[in-house]
């Protein structure tokens, strides 16, 4: 019994690692050479900028939802089209499409993370969102 209560209370204390974690970096929202800032809309017309990591798979630009919060990603499907900022560049629209079957797994291959980012996340599942130019 008492081995099930220290599993208990490494899963707890596991779980609470995850959760401050995850809400440090949506807080914080570092940022780099390596980012990006997706502005999305909502259901009623808010924008919403978050910092993402910028991906590159075959000359195309990617962004991932790598985290358990991943709102940014449902606007964006729900409403493909999306302004993006990127380092030192003004704000350009792009048109959100999501990405499934070979082109997924080509992008998961070209970006892979690290197992302990996936573990510091809490295993999330991966989607990509290609950001195709609107002009």
């Known amino acids: 019994m008492q ?3 220290i599993l208990a209370i490494l899963v707890m204390v596991y779980i609470g690692v995850i959760v401050a974690f995850e809400s440090m970096i949506g807080y914080f929202q570092p ?3 390596s980012t990006l800032v997706i502005t999305t809309t909502d259901t009623e017309g808010a924008a919403h900028a978050r910092v993402v990591a ?3 798979s075959d000359g195309k630009l990617y962004v991932a939802a790598n985290h358990w919060p991943r709102a940014w990603y449902h606007q964006a499907l729900a ?3 999306v302004m993006v900022a990127l380092p030192a560049e ?3 629209s ?3 499409v999501p990405v499934t079957g070979a082109e997924h797994e080509q992008v998961a291959t070209d970006n892979p993370t690290s197992f302990g980012f996936r573990l510091l996340t809490g295993f999330p599942p991966r989607y990509f ?3 195709d130019p609107s002009e």
Request: aromatic content about 4%; charged content about 30%.
């Open 31 to 33: 940022s780099s050479q």
């Open 3 to 5: 081995g099930v209560k």
């Open 54 to 56: 910028r991906l590159v």
């Open 94 to 96: 792009y048109r959100a």
């Open 90 to 92: 003004a704000p350009r």
């Open 79 to 81: 409403n493909p089209e």
């Open 129 to 131: 969102v290609r950001l």
